[in-house]
């Protein structure tokens, strides 16, 4: 049996970075405001919270519409429709996702947030069809030993940020693989696992699954 592989979604699956600045400047558009307005809206709404996996997407629009006498409803058909979503994904995703499902490799996801806003991302890009159901891990805390324990051992972990990746290593039943797209940070690969896109990722698992 081939190694489960869960993946993260934000910065790893889909751009997320590009995703807030097009959800803004869609925003933007629909109050007739500047993006900069918009945005100090979201850094005070963000600095309410305790974490910004806490962002609930609906709390956000219900106090946005409230502040400009705007329709709620009309605001989160705005938000929540897929044209957005769409460009944000990276296109190599889909590729990578269909190539491990034909190398019979058991897929999952490992994501920090809303359910129903992190499974809106991997729905409107017709994603969900790759990964099974009971190892889709949504979890508001992403660094949750219960959920990280009960994983096969040898699960392979791909993510972007370097604080989770750092947590996993110190599970022994979890393999991490750290997603670094951002040139600047390539000369830190060593031999780490790291791939700095997902045209990688196949050789190293090749590799990964040598033995020692
Ligand atoms: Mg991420």
Not at 118 to 138: E, M, R, S, Y
Not at 198 to 204: A, D, H, N
Request: glycine share 2%; hydrophobic share 35%.
């Amino acid at each position: 049996m081939k190694n489960l592989i869960l993946f993260d979604i934000d910065d790893t699956l889909i751009n997320t970075k590009l995703l807030k600045k097009l959800q803004m400047e869609t925003l933007a558009n629909t109050l007739g405001v500047s993006s900069q307005e918009i945005e100090n809206f979201r850094l005070i709404y963000l600095n309410n919270l305790k974490r910004t996996s806490d962002f609930s997407t609906n709390d956000y629009l219900q106090q946005l519409a409230n502040y400009y006498n705007f329709s709620f409803l009309d605001l989160k058909r705005t938000f929540w429709h897929p044209i957005n979503f769409q460009k944000c994904l990276f296109p190599e995703s889909v590729e990578i996702l269909s190539k491990l499902e034909k190398e019979k490799y058991q897929l999952g996801i490992y994501s920090e947030g809303f359910t129903d806003f992190q499974k809106h991302k991997l729905k409107v890009n017709n994603l969900l069809k790759f990964f099974a159901p009971q190892h889709t891990h949504i979890l508001r805390r992403k660094m949750d030993p219960k959920v990280l324990e009960s994983l096969p051992k040898g699960t392979i972990i791909i993510d972007d940020k370097p604080s989770v990746i750092n947590y996993l290593k110190k599970l022994s039943n979890i393999i991490p693989i750290h997603i670094i797209r951002d040139n600047k940070y390539q000369s830190n690969k060593n031999n780490e696992n790291v791939i700095s896109g997902f045209t990688e990722l196949i050789p190293l698992l090749d590799q990964l699954s040598k033995p020692l």
